[in-house]
């Protein structure tokens, strides 16, 4: 083998040929209606609106945009299915519908990770290695519940709501819908959802799926739109609780706007998590967390880590090492099975990320990104970026940029790094890497984030609960706890 003497000979040796995903099997209708009583249904305004495929700028199809006509119609159906078919069937029989939902997900989840990654932008990987398994798993871990749930919460005598309405964003389209739907449908609600105006694609291939399985007409309903349709489901009077997982402005209006009504509500908001690195921890695979928990998935993840504390005594080498990997990343394509980081999800998101970026460097933080070449076809790209000597009061430190951007800050002790961290308005996540066992308890006792990850980052199950204190916002999903908030007791 020849000598790799620069990088351009590295860069021909080591470079990968494309490895598109198959993408001919995928067949998108032109025009996306409303999903209401097992139906689709044309929006009474007659208005639609366009959904871009974030990696060309180019339109997949149009989509229904609900009204408050068409959101009344769908609590209403919502409404009726509930007390003439759902909550009348034994739990059992509701279950076997969940588990139907969930095989059919798994026989079509190429399909789906295609239309996602089409839709949203994400990496083929982690939509085909994550965000589609994980949906189908959500559906039959819940479907097991349905008809246990005298057992999982004893001497409660525990029964459903009534009609759920649930507002999903765009960074896990399906993943979002099937933390929702799973939970309100096992313990007996009916639904409607109004997925993000960015990625419904995957959404409306549930309906058919729905439809598929034959669930009684009412008992999910998918009315697509953008925060005018969200706020007529919030306001609707005969809503008996509202789901919501977006941004943490979005969540202070829903709170206010469900004050002193029946209305119950769990919110999943931003985050600004901190992935601490102690000196002791396994350092190759601590690097490998930092770049799993804000590169991949384009840092769109609430919980992303998207602030790096590091130990003085390791930091430079910590870095080093970071700045390597980084340069190994690839942004592009997001069908290509090569690809880490797809396209940034609109273009408003990327303006978002570029405004950040700039601000950054106004603060004074030293700017780092890798070399690598992002394609110039209209489609929304960054480049893994890293921000050195950044200072708590900075806002790219404070703030949630939900982008590829880390922000990177040094302690000495473990109540320096529990400070640090802790010093945000939000409490979603958090990471802690050492190799002793004592430090990790000592610190998940201080730390207030609801999901401390120790040693690895960014891992999901759907028996464990997850959820934020402070700004990130309050109630569990998934595990026991996401049953409790579509339950009276
Ligand atoms: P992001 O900043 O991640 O896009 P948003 O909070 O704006 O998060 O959006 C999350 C979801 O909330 C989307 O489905 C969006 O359409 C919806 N939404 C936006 N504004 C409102 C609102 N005022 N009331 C209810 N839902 C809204």
């Known amino acids: 083998m020849p000598a790799i003497s620069g990088k351009m000979e590295f860069d021909t040796a080591w470079s990968y040929a494309p490895a598109p995903e198959n993408a001919d099997h995928i067949v998108l209708k032109k025009r996306y209606e409303l999903f209401i009583t097992g139906k689709f249904v044309k929006p009474q305004s007659g208005k639609y609106f366009e959904t871009l495929n974030p990696a060309t700028g180019k339109p997949l199809a149009k989509v229904a945009e609900g009204s ?18 759902w909550s009348k069937l034994p739990a059992k029989e509701r279950g076997k519908y969940i588990f139907r ?20 932008g994400k990496a083929i990987r982690e939509s085909k290695g994550v965000d589609i398994p994980l949906a189908a798993a959500h559906f039959f871990y819940y479907a097991g519940w349905a008809d246990k749930l005298n057992y999982a919460f004893p001497n409660t005598n525990p029964s459903s709501l009534g009609v759920a309405g649930q507002i999903i964003p765009w960074n896990f389209p399906l993943l979002m819908a099937a933390w929702k739907l799973a939970p309100a449908l096992a313990t007996g609600n009916t639904v409607v959802l109004k997925p993000a105006e960015t990625t419904p694609l995957t959404a409306m291939k549930l309906a058919e799926l729905i439809q598929d399985c034959d669930f009684p007409p009412g008992v999910v309903n998918i009315v697509t739109g953008a925060g005018a349709t969200g706020a007529a489901l919030v306001n ?8 919501f997982t977006g941004s943490t402005e979005v969540g202070k209006l829903i709170r206010r706007a469900t ?3 029946q209305k119950k509500i769990t ?9 601490i690195i102690f000196e002791d921890a396994p350092l190759d695979q601590a690097v490998e967390g930092i770049i799993n928990g804000i590169y991949f998935n384009q840092g769109h993840v609430c919980c992303a880590g998207s602030r790096l504390l590091v130990q003085e005594s390791v930091k430079e080498v910590i870095i080093r090492k970071l700045k390597d990997r980084m340069e190994t990343l690839i942004v592009g394509d997001p069908l290509d099975k090569n690809t880490d980081i797809g396209a940034i999800n609109s273009q408003q998101q990327l303006a978002t990320i570029e405004a950040y970026l700039k601000l950054g460097q106004a603060e004074g933080a030293e ?3 890798s070399s690598c070449p992002v394609p110039q076809n209209g489609g929304y790209w960054v480049r893994p970026t890293l921000f050195l000597n950044a200072s708590q009061s900075h806002r790219i430190v404070q703030e949630e940029i939900f982008g590829p951007v880390l922000a990177v800050q040094s302690f000495r002790t473990v109540d320096e790094a529990v400070k640090k961290a802790n010093n945000t308005h939000y409490g979603l996540s958090a990471g802690v890497w050492t190799d002793k066992g004592s430090k990790i308890f000592q610190m998940t006792q201080k730390m207030r984030a609801g999901v401390i990850w120790a040693n690895t980052y960014n891992k999901f199950d759907p028996t464990a609960p997850f959820g934020g204190y402070k700004e990130s916002g309050f109630g569990r999903e998934g595990g026991l706890h996401g049953l409790m908030p579509y339950l009276k007791m």
């Open 267 to 275: 919110l999943e908001l931003g985050g600004k998590a901190a992935n």
């Open 68 to 85: 408050e006509a068409d959101i009344d119609k769908a609590v209403k159906a919502a409404r009726k299915a509930y007390t003439n078919h």
């Open 259 to 261: 004050a002193g009504t």
């Open 236 to 243: 609707h009077p005969d809503v008996d609780k509202i789901a």
């Open 101 to 120: 939902l969930a095989r059919m997900i798994q026989e079509r989840a190429r399909e789906f990770a295609v239309i996602e990654s089409l839709d949203g």
């Open 367 to 369: 700017m780092f990104q």
